[in-house]
C-alpha cells in the first residue's frame, strides 16, 4: 500500500493530547482562527523562514533541510476541504514547507497548532496533524523567531514506509539526524506563499473530495478482499476482507437526524472486517465529521453494547487516486479486534494500518 507524499502524510501517533489539539482548533470558529498571539500578535498571517547558507550545510553534514518556512494563517495551498462550507475557515492554521539538499520542489505538512495547555497561557505551543500525529512544538523568543523542535524525520513519509521501503531507502527518504530545533526568521507573508507556490500541484488523479463525490442520501461500498499472495507477504496483517459502506439503516439515520447543508457530518458509515483466523465477519459502526482533508469517524455503540467508552476509537477516511478511498486505522479502532480489550490499547500493533479501498457494487457490502 503506497501514497503519494504529501497527498496522506505518515501515520505515527501523536497519542491523545494531540488528538484533542487537533479538535480544539480545528472546531474553533473562524474568527478564533489566529489567537497565538505569539505567532500573530496582529491576528494576520504570519511567516517564518531561513534558507541555509553552504557554509552552514557544511559545517552540518547530517542536516538534510537547505530551506524551511513555517506559515501560520489561512491555508497557503488550497488544497480541497472535506468539511462542511460554513466551517472551511477554521480548517489547518499551521503549514510547513522543506526543500532538502539538491531537491527541485519542496514537500510540505499542515496542521492545527494551538496551547499545549489551553488552560495554561503560558504553556507552549503545540502542532497537530490529521491521523492522531504531532507535527511539531512551537516557541517565539525575545527577538521575535520561531524555534521549532520535536519534527519528525519521517513526517513525509507515506504511513506503509517503514514496511514497504529497504532500511536504505527509508533513511535515504526522511529528514536527517540534525533537522530539527530549527530558529526561523520572521518574514512577510508574501515570501511564504511564494514558497509555497513552488509546491506540486496536487495530483488530479485523487479527484474530488469524498463530501463531494459520496452523496448524503445515496449508499456506497468500498472494501478489499486480499489473496493468498498478499497476506503471505504480510505476516502480521488480520484483515482478510474489509467493507465500508452506508446502506439502508446509515442512510435513515441521516435523514432522520442529519443535515444535508452540514454533510458529511454526522454521517453513519458501517465497516466489515473478516479475520484471517476468525474467520466470522464483525461489523462496527461509526459517525463521521469532516476535518480538514479527512472524515474522523469515531466508532459509535448504536448497533450494540460496549463494556468500555467507544467514543475515542476513532478511524480516518480519505480519497484516494482514480476513484478509490484510504482508511487509516492508526490506535487499534477497526474491530479485528475487541475494541474494549487490553488488545485495542494504544497505536496499532499489526500490519492493518492502512487500507486502500475499492469501489464495490453495493451487493458486496450486503450484511
Known sequence: MTFRAGEWKTIAGAGFGFALLGLLAGTAVAADALKLKELSPNGADACFGRVYDAAHLKAHPKQKVARIFFYYGHDPVSRPNEEPPANQDTSYNGFLTTTVRGAKKPEWASSWCNKSDPSDPSSGIGCGMDCDRSLASLKVDDKGKLLISGLSPDVYLDPDASESMSKAEYARQQLGSEDDNFKLDPMPADTCKAEFARIDPIDPALGDPLRVRLKPDQPFCYGRDYDDAHLKSHPNQMTQSIRVFRGPIELASFAADGDKANWPDGADIAVSVTTRKKGAKVTQTYSCQGEADQWRCAASAKMSNFSCDIAQKEIFLKRGANGTMMLANPNSSVAIVD?????????????????????????ACAP
Do not use: N
Not at 339 to 361: F, H, I, N, W
Open 339 to 363: 475494541l474494549c480489550s487490553k488488545a485495542a490499547d494504544g497505536k496499532t500493533k499489526s500490519d492493518d494500518k492502512v487500507y486502500r479501498l475499492e469501489p464495490m457494487p453495493q451487493s
